[in-house]
């Protein structure tokens, strides 16, 4: 599954620019606050706006202080699936239950330096976990390869049947980077620059598509 991330895209033309990635398997929306991440993008108010405008799943990544308080209200709107980082939040159990019972899939972050091991317990509360595999802020930064073994390590737990949920990674995900995150195990590749900087979005789509499928045969299609 291919999430192009819309911080790379052009926040004046939102809308055309959720059309230029029609058949998308998500869209990726960074949500920041400018306190839990040094960048200020987007918020509620135009989460509701742009789920009015599109049928792709919508992919709500709160890289915000207090998830807590504001999660739920993305599932309430809509969001297919909202992220919240453990990071920041204080009770993460009780976050994914609030979410699956709006009706969201719940997910959880992980930041590049922030351990696994401690959050294993409560990933069978979560749908996905979306690996950092740069810090949390900006587009257009370098892939952290050290990541993926986090990666691997998700990987082998679902495989023996220990986990269920779906690996995504998010941050310098690009033609010289997926494949390697595709053969460690990720299910779900966010890609912000590779996807809008390119001349042609749904193109890009479909070419880093096939590069995942062709590097992991479990890669699942949308
Ligand atoms: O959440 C983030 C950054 O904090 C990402 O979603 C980036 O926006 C991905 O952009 P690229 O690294 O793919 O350009």
């Not at 742009?50 to 709500?60: A, E, N, R």
């Not at 920041?88 to 719940?106: C, E, F, Q």
């Not at 390697?180 to 966010?190: K, N, R």
Request: aromatic letters at 6%; hydrophobic letters at 45%.
């Amino acid at each position: 599954m291919i999430a192009p991330s819309i911080l790379s895209a052009d926040f004046s033309r939102l809308a055309e620019e959720l059309a230029a990635i029609e058949g998308s398997d998500w869209v990726h929306v960074d949500v920041m606050d400018a306190h839990f991440v040094p960048n200020l993008t987007l918020g509620l108010p135009i989460v509701e706006s742009l789920l009015k405008v599109t049928d792709i799943p919508m992919d709500c990544h709160l890289m915000i202080s207090d998830p807590d308080r504001w999660a739920v209200g993305y599932a309430q709107a809509g969001a297919h699936n909202v992220t919240v980082h453990v990071e920041a939040a204080t009770d993460p159990v009780r976050i994914a239950r609030d979410l699956r019972a709006a009706g969201a899939k719940a997910g959880l972050s992980i930041k590049p330096g922030t351990p696994l091991e401690p959050y294993l317990d409560i990933l069978p509360e979560y749908d996905t976990l979306l690996i950092m595999s740069v810090e949390p802020g900006f587009g257009g930064q370098s892939f952290i390869p050290e990541v993926l073994d986090k990666v691997r390590t998700l990987r082998g737990l679902i495989d023996t049947g220990h986990l269920n949920l779906l690996v995504e990674i998010d941050g310098g995900i690009n033609a010289d980077t997926i494949e390697q995150a595709a053969e460690a195990g990720v299910d779900c590749f966010v890609a912000g620059s590779a996807v809008y900087g390119a001349a042609d979005p749904a193109r890009a789509i479909t070419a880093l598509r096939e590069q995942a499928r062709s590097a992991n045969h479990r890669f699942i299609p949308a």
